[in-house]
């Protein structure tokens, strides 16, 4: 019995987080249009002049610390994903910058969700961590 029990606990604590509000979740905190400065990224302030821009066809593209990139804003199963990422290629001589560099297009390609905070926008990986935080840029 007690193992029939915590099977049951299990389940519906999948089944709470399977219905967690869409709308944290959701691309759609990312609307078209829309333009962001990168504030944060793994919990270390973003250089100056990182960038994240959303376009009506669902790509997302903008400045990196050393380089311009873009990719596909995607959702399924309620997890968003940024898939098909390309980077330009132009050397990174500051190596702050270039660490910066590897660490924001790692977190791009590890988000599955987004979260409304005081200030602009989280974007988490599957484990709830927070990996790029996002301030709307001016006029958005």
């Known amino acids: 019995m007690p193992f029939a029990r915590t099977i049951a ?8 987080a399977a219905c967690q509000d ?4 959701s691309v759609a905190m990312l609307q078209p249009g829309s333009s ?8 270390a302030t973003a250089p100056a002049g990182v960038t994240l821009d959303v376009g009506a066809d669902g790509r997302v593209s903008g400045r990196a ?3 311009r990139y873009s990719g596909q804003l995607t959702e399924s199963g309620g997890a968003m994903a940024v898939s098909g990422m390309v980077m330009t290629r132009m050397a990174c001589v500051e190596a702050d910058r270039n660490l910066a560099e590897t660490r924001f297009a790692t977190a ?3 988000i599955t969700a987004a979260r409304g905070t005081a200030d602009g926008i989280a974007l988490i990986d599957p484990e709830g961590k927070v990996r790029i935080a996002l301030i709307p840029s001016s006029g958005t």
């Open 9 to 16: 606990g299990l389940a519906a604590i999948a089944s709470l």
């Open 22 to 25: 869409a709308g944290e979740r």
């Open 36 to 43: 962001f400065t990168v504030a944060r990224i793994d919990g």
């Open 65 to 67: 610390p050393c380089n």
């Open 108 to 110: 791009l390609s590890s």
